[in-house]
């Protein structure tokens, strides 16, 4: 039988995004940890220490010179934290990985007179926030002051209420700039559909429906994976939205974007209002996703092609619309060297044009310009792929250029197993050594121990250890700087 769950209505204020909240409930970490919901390239360890050294940038922008903050950020206080709030933070991973970076870069290079920043970690799921609170690396975070967990609703108008309880903060309580990240967010926060035919502008309805069986309700959970969504289009209305500068960007891409489809990001624009009023506008974006980057890209898109993660969907992010948004207050963007529709990292700051964050911006385009993110994901692809032996130094660099993620390791492992037979003593140190930094990345989502199974075989290929005891190779949580046990490195 079908049933209908929507008919004609715009797509921001369709059942689809509580269809969406529901499974993300329901499910808790383990849609990250069943690999059913894509994360592993936006919570990657290259990912985190990009975001560690731009925030850094961003703090020595506030005044961590110990000379005067640049007057367009306004007042700083130094004895007050600056809060960067992470947005559908998800499985916790990339929390705990920037923390780390940053915790590094100040050993090497301690920031004076700047502002102790405080990691916000938010999520509309309480399951997810459930399960971070249970997580003893994130606890150890928690207990040291760095971190607060928060159930938030990034759509919505509430305050951020730490979580299980504490102080809500509020435009009242936070005194200097914020960042905020926002990694595969914006790709499922509410969005409109819009296009353009013959000069005049329109907006597109949903339809909703799903065909079930008989006896089962609409509102049965399996019922999400299953919705069918068709969009008929009318002629939209000429001020749509609540600010004069969305509708006067709907009024450019209609003179732009003549035969196009597009999506108006209307949820992203809201919550970068929201938190923009925390901070009277001081406020650096980051944000990870598939999306169109500039006017070139949207031109000639046809329907909004939807993405399903089991009873989770996402969109295309229109960056370009949000870069609007930023230089309409003032601020500027930037984005990673291919802005790709498979992903590009965007910086968007809303309190001031681009001289205003020179640290800020330089972390930037060394971290996230000049070493695309998805450069490593397309090595890692290749040598995935690969039967040949002698790919040791590529295999090793791409690790390196991954952050040394666990997750590429398994990727990668069975090529790096063909790569490992009669190695030199120096050979044999580099792979040891690059096992040992991939361990101290380790952020476990499941019990399923590919890490650890895959380490196992890599050292029996080595002749080093059996496969039989992965634990023993693997004991977690992984301890600073302990070897792998029971390893004897080869001499020099
Ligand atoms: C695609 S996942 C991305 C998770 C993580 N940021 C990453 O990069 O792997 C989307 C996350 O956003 C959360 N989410 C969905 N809608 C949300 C909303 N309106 N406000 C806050 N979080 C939301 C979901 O619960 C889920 O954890």
Redesign the pocket.
């Known amino acids: 039988m079908t049933v209908f769950l929507d008919k004609g209505r715009r797509l921001s204020t369709s059942r689809l ?1 509580k269809l ?2 529901d499974f ?2 329901r499910q808790g970490l383990a ?2 940890a069943s690999g059913v ?7 990657s360890p290259r990912i985190a220490a990009a975001y560690a050294r731009v925030v850094r940038g961003f703090l020595l922008d506030c005044g961590g010179h110990g000379g005067t903050p640049r007057r367009p950020l306004g007042k700083i206080h130094p004895g007050e934290p600056l809060y960067l709030f ?6 916790g ?2 929390a705990h990985l920037f923390l780390n970076q940053l915790a590094s870069l100040e050993r090497t290079s301690p920031l004076a007179a700047c502002p102790r920043l405080v990691y916000v970690m ?4 309480e399951s ?1 926030v459930r399960g971070w609170a249970a997580n003893p690396l994130l606890r150890a975070h928690v207990d040291a002051g760095r971190l607060v967990l928060a159930v ?5 108008q509430d305050l951020v209420r730490p979580y299980p309880s504490g102080k809500p903060l509020s435009a009242r309580s936070v005194r200097n700039p914020i960042v905020l ?5 914006f ?4 969005q409109d559909v819009f296009r353009v035919r013959n000069g005049v502008l329109e907006e597109g309805r949903v339809t909703l429906s799903a065909d079930i069986p008989e006896r089962r309700s609409p509102r049965d959970p399996a019922v999400a994976g299953q919705v069918n969504i068709r969009f008929d289009y009318q002629r939209a209305r000429t001020a749509l939205y609540e600010k004069p500068a969305w509708n006067e960007l709907l009024r450019s891409y209609t003179q732009q974007l003549e035969g196009s489809t597009f999506l108006m990001p209307i ?1 992203a624009l809201r ?1 970068l209002e929201r938190f923009a009023s925390f901070a009277r506008r001081r406020v650096l974006v980051l944000a ?1 996703d598939k999306g169109r980057f500039d006017l070139e890209a949207l031109r000639g898109a046809q329907e909004p092609a939807i993405a399903r ?1 089991g009873g ?1 969907f ?1 969109f295309m992010v229109n960056f370009h619309a949000l870069a609007d948004h930023a230089a309409r207050l003032g601020g500027f963007a930037m984005h990673s060297r291919q802005g790709s529709e498979r992903l590009g990292v965007a910086a968007l700051f809303l309190g001031g044009p681009a001289q205003t964050l020179p640290e800020t911006r330089l972390a930037f385009e060394r971290e996230l310009s000049a070493l695309d993110p998805l450069d490593c994901h397309t090595l890692v692809t290749f040598l995935a792929a690969q039967e040949d032996r002698s790919w040791l130094d590529l295999i090793l660099a791409t690790l390196e250029l991954s952050g040394w993620d666990p997750a590429c390791l398994v990727r990668i492992g069975p090529a790096l197993r063909r790569n490992v037979h009669g190695l030199k003593p120096a050979q044999q140190r580099a792979v040891l050594a690059a096992l040992e930094r991939i361990r101290s990345n380790d952020f476990p989502l499941s019990d399923a121990e590919d890490l650890a199974s895959e380490m196992a075989l890599v050292l029996q290929e080595m002749g080093v250890r059996p496969a039989s005891k992965p634990d023993d190779v693997l004991d977690r949580p992984a301890s600073s700087g302990a070897g792998i046990p029971g390893l004897t490195l080869p001499p020099s």
């Open positions: 995004w969406q909240q993300y409930e849609a990250f919901v894509p994360s592993q390239i936006t919570t992470e947005l559908g933070a998800g499985s991973r990339l938010t999520d509309a799921s997810n938030h609703d990034a759509s919505g990240v926002a990694n595969y967010l790709d499922s926060l509410p949820g919550c990870a993660h989770a996402s």
